[in-house]
């Protein structure tokens, strides 16, 4: 399996450098330069992204502001900070808002690539929280979606609208509801923004001829069928 690595550097020289290496172990590598660039390409990458890579400092919006708007997306996808922050109180920080891993500049390559081996051996044998709907599979643990036994790739956020959809499956849920719940209470756009999410989600992950899973509740929101 290829794993897909999402690189948040501004320093071109560092990105640049770990990109070369990390390429060089069989990787898929995305950049961004800022931070409003990474939520970008981290919900919109295809395949999605598997792990962040991230720095503190970086333009339009810190890295710390970065990785809990990443967690809310998809709380599942690891996050390695890689940061000349070397103060016991910012480790902690980012420990706390949900980084699984600290790495301080100056650092080797070696380390990186250890620190990453680790992260996706726990990732591969941690227990997977699979659901299976009619012709649908999804597990949340390994970020895959199948439908009639073909994977299909999901954005971040496509993943975890549905995602959402499958915990609260056979329950109305109004689209106010899913705005906070998926794009977060500081989210600012409208909620039409979901009805776009679903077209976008019916479009993958239905069948031809096939009532469609998620069923529009007209006045209130959608529902996932629970029947299957």
């Known amino acids: 399996m290829t794993y897909h690595v999402l690189i948040v ?6 990105s640049d450098y770990v990109k070369k290496e990390l390429v060089f172990e069989d990787y898929q590598v995305s950049t961004a330069f800022d931070g409003l660039a990474a939520l970008e390409v981290f919900e919109q990458a295809k395949p999605a992204v598997d792990v962040v890579l991230l720095d503190w400092m970086i333009p339009k919006l810190d890295g710390l502001t970065v990785l809990r708007r990443m967690k809310k997306i998809q709380p599942n996808t690891p996050i390695i900070f890689l940061t000349a922050r070397d103060y016991i109180g910012d480790k902690v920080a980012g420990l706390d808002a949900g980084a699984d891993d600290y790495i301080t500049k100056p650092f080797e390559i070696e380390e990186l690539l250890a620190r990453l081996r680790l992260i996706f051996r726990k990732w591969s044998t941690s227990c997977s929280k699979v659901y299976e709907l009619d012709y649908l599979k999804v597990d949340l643990t390994a970020h895959t979606t199948e439908v009639a036994g073909k994977i299909v790739n999901l954005t971040q956020r496509e993943f975890a609208l549905l995602s959402y959809f499958l915990e609260h499956r056979g329950i109305v849920v109004s689209r106010a509801d899913i705005l906070d719940d998926v794009w977060g209470m500081d989210f600012d756009g409208q909620e039409n923004t979901v009805d776009a999410y679903v077209r976008y989600l019916r ?26």
């Open 9 to 14: 550097e501004d320093e071109p020289s560092i």
């Open 203 to 228: 479009a993958k992950i239905d069948l031809p001829n096939h009532k469609s899973l998620i069923e529009t509740v007209r006045g209130v929101g959608y529902r996932l069928n629970d029947e299957g």
